[in-house]
């Protein structure tokens, strides 16, 4: 499972590079990208692989853990940042140009070796997508790498659905690839599917013969999706999400992550769910 881990050492765990935003795009009404690198322009303070976090700071406000997304050949890195308090709230009033502090990657990262040769379904919700996609564009980077590939994204409402783009032009036209979409509850300008996503799961019924979920969302609807894809037919081993949430320091010293004995940020965040079986029955 720590195959992102591997050869990744933080070395110096608590301090941040200063690095520049060097472009910002709105993907909703309350979540932005921040694009960055180092300010001397010489590229990335840091790779990260699919599914792992950076921690991106603004001063004197405080720091944030955040998914992060790079690409290999990539001079930047992408934090997606959901406004949800002080902090993000001040990350949002950033100006491309200005200066943060960022530092990682922290996390496992999702079994991108593992998963070579299966079928890829992914279901997310709301900014839930944003670990994911680092994922999918994994996916299709090494396209011959995976088979079919089914992409499941809900969002409260039209205007709640993040990196469109993607969702609506590029990724339906990559080779053996569906993109299914819903929102909660209907709008007089949306003709697409309405209703949440466990239900859009188990009507579209991605089969579980040679592939492997992968979800990450809002708590409740992990809860749930991970309840539908059990009625499909998808065994334990075949079902990973990513308790990135609970990530706060990274670095097990906190003490804000655990389960049990386990700490999310050290073994985590992502998990198979018959790993997370083994936990006490708090994710
Ligand atoms: S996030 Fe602080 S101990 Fe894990």
Redesign the pocket.
Known sequence: MNEAKKGMAIEQPLIPTVVEVIDIVDRTPDVKSFFVRNTDGSGLPFQVQPGQCGMISHLPVGEA?ISCTWQEEQEYLEFAVKRVGLLTDELHRIEIGQKVGVRGPYGNGFPVEACKGKDMVFIAGGIGLAPLRSFIKHCFKHRQDYGKITIIYGSRSSADLCFKEELFDLWPREQDTQVFVTIDNPEPDWDGHVGFVPAYLEELAPSPEGAVAVVCGPPIMIKFVLQSLEKMGYADDQVITTLEM?????????????IGSE????DGPVYYLEQLRQLPAEW
């Open positions: 853990m609970r990530m706060k320091c990274g670095i097990g010293k906190c003490g804000r992550c655990n700490f999310i940020c050290l």
